[in-house]
């Protein structure tokens, strides 16, 4: 056997056997996935193939926010990672360890990528949050303040307050920084 078949063979036994979710995608459409990232969906692999990865997020607002946040660093360097809720096929959210790399040099960064998922249910269990708990938690750790917060959600000042209040009695915090250091340990 040649040595550029049998590193091929290597290769596809890597993808197919990897431990962890890997895909392609193609405009932040799945057209490629290893075995592990359909299991870690709950998905059958064909299913999943030229479906958009917006089926994936609790939401499709977080599916909006998080090219949003990506793609400034996928443009600067190439890659991205985060760690975020996604949600199964039975509807049950999940945390999960992301990690992208741009395969477009020039353009749009989403225009062909190869990500990894690694399910981290069994070290960071789900705690409840609404969406909108998800939402403000996730802009307070980008160290938004409440009027920033307010003017992206479209909502009143007063309103962000008032879920901040909630989050704060919800896990026992006395300030932002107390929730943020709860929440680490945690999904949102």
């Given amino acids: 056997m040649k040595k550029s078949q049998k590193y091929r063979e290597l290769d596809h036994l890597a993808y197919e056997m990897a431990p962890v979710g890997i895909v392609m995608t193609e405009n932040r459409i799945i057209r490629a996935c290893n075995p592990a990232f359909a299991e870690m969906f709950g998905f059958d692999r064909d299913s999943l193939i030229d479906q958009s990865f917006a089926i994936l997020y609790p939401s499709f607002e977080e599916f909006v926010r998080i090219r949003d946040v990506g793609v400034k660093p ?90 901040r209040a909630r989050l704060l009695a919800k896990f026992g915090a006395a300030n932002v920084v107390e929730l943020m250091s709860r929440l680490g340990s945690m999904p949102v």
């Avoid at 990672?81 to 509807?91: H, K, L, Y």
């Avoid at 160290?143 to 307050?161: F, H, M, N, Q, Y």
Wanted: glycine letters at 6%; charged letters at 30%.
């Fill in 74 to 163: 996928l443009r600067e360097t190439g890659r991205y990672s985060d760690e975020r809720v996604m949600a199964r096929a039975n509807g049950t959210l999940f945390w999960c360890r992301v990690r992208g790399r741009t395969l477009t040099t020039q353009g749009d960064p989403l225009a062909h990528a190869v990500w990894s998922f690694a399910d981290l249910s069994d070290t960071r269990p789900i705690t409840e949050l609404s969406t909108r708990e998800r939402q403000i938690v996730l802009h307070l750790i980008d160290g938004c303040t409440s009027k920033e917060i307010a003017r992206i959600l479209d909502i009143s000042p007063r309103t962000v307050e008032t879920y």
